[in-house]
């Protein structure tokens, strides 16, 4: 019986990978708030944990090689200095989005009303299928810059 170790196993990278980005996200959008009650950022939690796990899933099950070539993502997966620059410089700029929010409604910076925490969540929702759509449809995506050998491409 031919078993692939755990840690080798796209699908099992895959799940770690999203598990791990889940949880630091966790850490960037509820923890700073020093409450349970910030609504809006579990609201944003949940979907992006949803929309991930719901692209993984279907990505391993129709495309496994679209998730082997996306699982070396960030900073350290470039090859180019000014890439891995760029990359980090992303990671942090992003990041600081998600705490800066969470710092915005424990220290009562500003109010948002429910309706735009609604229409904004709804545009994440079509901002995140549009990106599942564009990895459906250019199954050569990668997570890094790169240059690959030509390879047949389905035309439409």
């Given at each position: 019986?031919?078993?692939k170790?755990?840690?080798?196993?796209?699908?099992?990278?895959?799940?770690k990978?999203?598990?791990?980005?889940?949880?630091?996200?966790?850490?960037?959008?509820?923890?700073?708030?020093?409450?349970?009650?910030?609504?809006?950022?579990?609201?944003?939690?949940?979907?992006?944990?949803?929309?991930?796990?719901?692209?993984?899933?279907?990505?391993?099950?129709?495309?496994p090689?679209?998730?082997?070539?996306?699982?070396?993502?960030?900073?350290?997966?470039?090859?180019?200095?000014?890439?891995?620059?760029?990359?980090l410089?992303?990671?942090?700029?992003?990041?600081?989005?998600f705490?800066?929010?969470?710092?915005?409604?424990?220290?009562?910076?500003?109010?948002?009303?429910?309706?735009?925490?609604?229409?904004?969540?709804?545009?994440?929702?079509?901002?995140?299928?549009?990106?599942?759509m564009?990895l459906?449809?250019?199954?050569?995506?990668?997570?890094?810059?790169e240059?690959?050998?030509?390879?047949?491409?389905k035309?439409?």
């Amino acid at each position: 019986m031919d078993q692939k170790r755990p840690n080798t196993d796209p699908a099992w990278r895959a799940f770690k990978g999203a598990f791990l980005l889940v949880v630091a996200l966790w850490f960037l959008i509820i923890l700073p708030t020093g409450s349970l009650s910030y609504w809006q950022g579990w609201l944003l939690w949940a979907q992006f944990t949803v929309w991930t796990a719901a692209g993984t899933w279907y990505f391993l099950k129709h495309d496994p090689a679209l998730v082997r070539r996306r699982l070396r993502a960030g900073p350290t997966a470039e090859r180019v200095c000014a890439q891995k620059r760029i990359q980090l410089v992303v990671a942090i700029a992003l990041s600081a989005i998600f705490l800066v929010s969470a710092l915005d409604y424990r220290f009562g910076w500003s109010g948002v009303p429910w309706p735009v925490v609604v229409a904004s969540n709804l545009l994440f929702a079509i901002g995140y299928l549009f990106i599942l759509m564009v990895l459906r449809e250019n199954s050569f995506a990668s997570s890094t810059i790169e240059v690959a050998p030509k390879r047949p491409q389905k035309r439409l």
